[in-house]
C-alpha cells in the first residue's frame, strides 16, 4: 500500500510517547510508618495531580491530532482502494483515536474539577431536551449493539432545570455509555425524567436503567470512585475508571445528587437530581473536594492510554 511509509512513520512518532515513563513516580515512595491512615492529603498534592493532568492531556492532544488528521485523510482519499481488511483496519484505528480522545478529555474535566477551574453556566433547561441531545449521541452505538433505546416521557408536564446543558448531556452520555455497555444484545436502556419525589422536593430526577446483569450492594456507592469498578465492571471496561467519577462531580457542582440502583441479575439504575430555579448564572465553581485517592492516579490513567495507542496499530 502507498500509505505504509506514512503509517510507519506515524508508528514512530507515537512509539517516542509512552505514557508511563512521563508520570512523576514521586508519590510512589514508601510512606513513613508513623503516619496514621487518617492523615490528610498535604494542601499542594491536589493542585500538583491537576497541574500535571493538565500539562500531559496538552502534550498528548498534538500527535493525537496528527493520528487523527491522517486516518481522516485516508479514509476519504484512499477508502474505496483498500481491501476489506485494511477497511476494517483503518474504522478500528479511528474508533480508538475517537475513544483516546474522549479519555483526554475524562482527564481534562478531572483536572479542573480538583483545580476549583470548572465553570458552570446555568440556564433554565427543558429536561426533556437533555435527554434528546444525550439520546441522538448514543442512538448509533445502541443500533449497532442490537439495542433497543427507549425514552419514557412524564405523565406530567416538567418545569426547567437550572442546569449547564452541554455538561448535563455529558453526564447522560456517560450514564447510557455505561448502561449500553453492559446490555445484552436484544435488551433495553430506558431514559426518562420525571418530578422529583419523596426526598427530593424541588427537583427534577433523571434515570437511566438497563437490563444487564446488576450491581451488587456492595459496590453501588464505590462505583462513584475513581478507578472503582464493580467485578463485572473491570473485566468489561474500556475506559479511565474516572465516568461515573465526573457525573458525580458535574451533578453535585449543579446542586444535584446522584446514586445507582440494582438488584443483581435485575439490571442497575443511576438516577440524579437537578434542582428546578429561576434566572441564569455564570460562575466558577469551588474547588471540588470529595474524598479522592490520589497515589498513582496518573500512574493508572496513563497506563489505560498507554493500552489504548498499543491498540491502535496493534
Sequence with gaps: MQHTDSVRGTEAMAGQYHWEDLVDHGSQAPAPQAAPVTKPSLPAEPAKEAAIGSYMTHELRAPLTSIRSALGLLQMS??????????????L???????????????????????GKMCMDLEPVAPESLLSDA?????????AKGVRLIRVDSDEPLPRVQADRRRTVQVIINLLSNAIKFTPAGGKVEVSAKLGGHGHAGTVQFRVKD???????????????????????????????L??????????????????????????????????LIGTAARPIRPYRKPIEYHGLLSNVFRRLNAFVGALFA
Excluded at 450492594?217 to 464505590?222: I, T
Excluded at 464493580?230 to 479511565?240: D, E, P, R, V
Design 78 to 91: 484512499s477508502f474505496d482502494k483498500l481491501s476489506p481488511d485494511e477497511r476494517e483496519t483503518v474504522v
Design 93 to 115: 484505528a479511528i474508533r480508538n483515536a475517537d475513544r483516546l480522545d474522549g479519555l483526554i478529555n475524562d482527564i481534562m474535566d478531572f483536572s479542573k474539577i480538583q483545580a
Design 135 to 143: 439520546i441522538d449521541a448514543m442512538r448509533a452505538w445502541a443500533v
Design 211 to 241: 437490563s444487564g446483569p446488576g450491581i451488587p450492594a456492595k459496590d453501588l456507592e464505590r462505583i462513584f470512585q475513581s478507578f472503582e469498578q464493580s467485578a463485572l465492571g473491570a473485566k468489561m471496561s474500556s475506559g479511565t475508571g
Design 243 to 276: 465516568g461515573l467519577t465526573l457525573a458525580r462531580a458535574m451533578v453535585e457542582l449543579q446542586g444535584g445528587k446522584i446514586w445507582a440502583e440494582s438488584w443483581k441479575g435485575l439490571g442497575a439504575s443511576f438516577l440524579f437530581t437537578l434542582p428546578i
